[in-house]
């Protein structure tokens, strides 16, 4: 696609669910980031896919998160039991050949 | 691992120049990055120094000094749309390709 694309772009759910969020990023992108954003906060890193290399999930705060990316392109952000804690917006970014990542519009989850 | 430090506001007039500098510490180092983020928005780039000196790309420019592991962000002729949320970040050996951002600077343009 033109852009990388997220969704949902809202996910509200109750404490103790598990929610799935998805990540398109731009065709031929080889690397792919999960951020986390509270408001008015700065960027967490989560994870980096790059290629076929193992991925460094040395960002994520606990076994209920996980992510994976399929054939090299979608990736999924799985966040199991879900916690008030982990309302805030995660987005995802893909990085071509340069520097420049290019980010998603995020989702915005809400545990109620 | 790796720090970044950013000051937290800045307030400049419509018009003027501002400077906001960016601090780090990392396990190796391969570049300082500059990100752009409005309200509700995502987070757009801005511009890359891998070496030291100074890169223009229009009213932006940007500044690397490794020697003294800072950087800057220069933003000149501030328009009011110019008011969001800059971050800098730096990719560095720990995470071999990793990118972490600063906690970021809120510029606020006033007329």
């Known amino acids: 696609g033109a852009g990388v694309s997220q969704s949902p772009s809202n996910k509200v759910t109750e404490k103790g669910k598990d929610v799935e969020l998805r990540c398109d990023p731009i065709?031929?992108?080889?690397?792919l980031y999960w951020y986390r954003q509270s408001l008015g906060q700065g960027l967490e890193f989560l994870i980096y896919?790059?290629?076929?290399?193992?991925?460094?999930k040395s960002g994520l705060p606990s076994d209920r998160f996980s992510a994976e990316r399929t054939g090299g392109s979608v990736s999924t952000l799985t966040i199991q039991r879900t916690q008030q804690e982990d309302s805030a917006v995660y987005l995802c970014?893909?990085?071509?050949?340069?520097?420049?990542?290019?980010f998603g519009s995020g989702t915005q989850l809400s545990v109620l | 691992g790796q720090s970044l430090e950013q000051p937290s506001e800045v307030t400049a007039v419509e018009g003027a120049i501002v400077q906001i500098n960016c601090t780090y510490q990392t396990s190796g180092f391969y570049g300082l990055s500059w990100y752009q983020q409005h309200d509700g928005g995502a987070p757009t780039f801005l511009s890359y120094?891998?070496?030291?000196g100074l890169e223009e790309t229009g009213r932006f420019s940007s500044f690397l000094s490794r020697s003294d592991s800072y950087g800057y962000l220069l933003l000149q002729e501030l328009q009011m749309k110019d008011s969001a949320s800059y971050f800098c970040a730096v990719r560095d050996q720990t995470g071999a390709n990793n990118l972490f951002f600063g906690t970021g600077t809120r510029l606020t343009v006033i007329p």
């Open positions: 065709s031929g992108h080889t690397a």
């Open positions: 896919f790059q290629g076929n290399s193992a991925p460094d």
């Open positions: 120094n891998a070496l030291d």
């Open positions: 970014a893909s990085r071509g050949v340069n520097e420049k990542l290019f």
